[in-house]
Every structure is written in C-alpha cells, then in structure tokens.
Antibody, heavy 121, light 107 residues
C-alpha cells in the first residue's frame, strides 16, 4: 500500500524557517517524481514545487521561488521542503504528492494527509 | 505560467441531477488535464486524467472531455457522496497549476 506521511509542520513566526519531511513507503521511491502542494485555510490547491526522481530537475512556483528548497533522499525514501523567510501567506496545509507519468499523461496519483504550517506572531 | 479558470465557482444541485463543470486554460495544454475531487478535511483524489481517462475505481457517472484550452467534467447523475469540491489541474507545463475549484453543494 502506498503511503506518504508528512511531518514537521507547526507554528512559526514571520521570517522564520521550517523543514517539512515526507516519508514514503509501499512503492519504489527512487522511480517516482514528487511534488509539494499546499492549501491555505478555506482556499484552493496551489502547486508549490516538483523534483525529479533523481533530484536533478527541480521547479518552484513563483510565490516560493528563492525562499523554499525541495530535496529528496532516495536512500531514506524521503522528500523534504526547506522553507525560509516565511510569510503569513505561506500558512497552509502542505501535501506531499506523487506523480504518475505515462504516454501523454501526467497526474498526481497519491497524496499524503498533509501537515499544517501556521505563520503568525 | 498557464492559468486555469473553472466555472462556476459553486453550484447547488439535487441528487440525480446532471452536473457540468468547465475548465479553461490560458493557452493550449493538449490533453494534459486532470480532475480531482476533495472532501472536507481530506486530501484530493484524482477522478479523471489525460482529460478523459477515468481513474481506476472511479464510478462511471464521472466523465471528462476536451482538448486544447477547453475542458469539461460531467457527473451524469449526482449522488450524495459526490458533494465535494472539484479542481482541474494542468500538467502540460512543469508548474502544474490548479483551477480555483468548484464547490458542489446540496440544493
């Protein structure tokens, strides 16, 4: 059974930092591309970042570029999101999400349960 | 970045109704369009991918169509468990943008 379990969320002051982790199990982690997607309270979904299976291709949403860093450790079956210079508008549930690619298709097929990040003084 | 615009933002419908949600991309995305369903307090789940392919285990009352810039999600006969928020998402560009969501509520 595929499982994605996020951790590391919490309350942080504006300007602070936080590191989210996602522990993956039930599949061959190093074969899959991964994403972070967030959802502010009562709002819609926002894609945050993508990392290729080997970690050498990375993309970010403009809203987090230069402040957030995605990484992975395939030996530990883990995905990470280092978040610096946090702002109130970064308050959201952060989901770890797995990509599934095929012929002319690319979708997110598994999501974690999410971890809440609250940026407030 | 590619912008995704859904309409309507919300709708009220009754059990048994046919429901249609539209999604428009700001530029052509071929068929790289996915639909997700999200219920309160839960993570999203994929319903349709590649614009029209039903994800395994998803009831056949859900269907998707379209290509290029205009797409549609249809629920042929609404059931109580379908009351949720629906999101389209493009996966044509690396920045996988979502639509703003359509909340389907009980009339």
């Amino acid at each position: 059974e595929v499982q994605l379990v996020e951790s590391g969320g919490g309350l942080v002051q504006p300007g602070g930092s936080l590191r989210l982790s996602c522990a993956a199990s039930g599949f061959t982690f190093n074969n899959y591309e991964m994403n972070w997607v967030r959802q502010a309270p009562g709002k819609g979904l926002e894609w945050v970042s993508y990392i290729s299976s080997s970690g050498n291709v990375i993309y970010y949403a403009d809203s987090v570029k230069g402040r957030f860093t995605i990484s992975r450790d395939n030996a530990k079956n883990s995905l990470y999101l280092q978040m610096n210079s946090l702002r109130a508008e970064d308050t959201a549930i952060y989901y770890c999400a797995r990509d599934r690619a095929g012929d002319y298709v690319l979708l997110i097929d598994y999501w974690g349960q999410g971890t809440l990040v609250t940026v407030s003084s | 970045d590619i912008q995704m615009t859904q309409s309507p933002s919300s709708l009220s419908a009754s059990v048994g109704d046919r429901v249609t949600i539209t999604c428009r991309a700001s530029e052509s995305i071929s068929s790289y369009l996915n639909w997700y369903q999200q219920k309160p307090g839960k993570a999203p789940q994929v319903l349709i991918y590649g614009a029209s392919t039903l994800q395994s285990g998803v009831p056949s009352r859900f269907s998707g169509s379209g290509s290029g810039t205009d797409f549609t999600l249809t629920i042929s006969s609404l059931r109580p468990e379908d009351f949720a928020t629906y999101y389209c998402q493009q996966s044509y560009s690396p920045e996988k943008t979502f639509g703003q969501g359509t909340k389907v509520e009980i009339k």
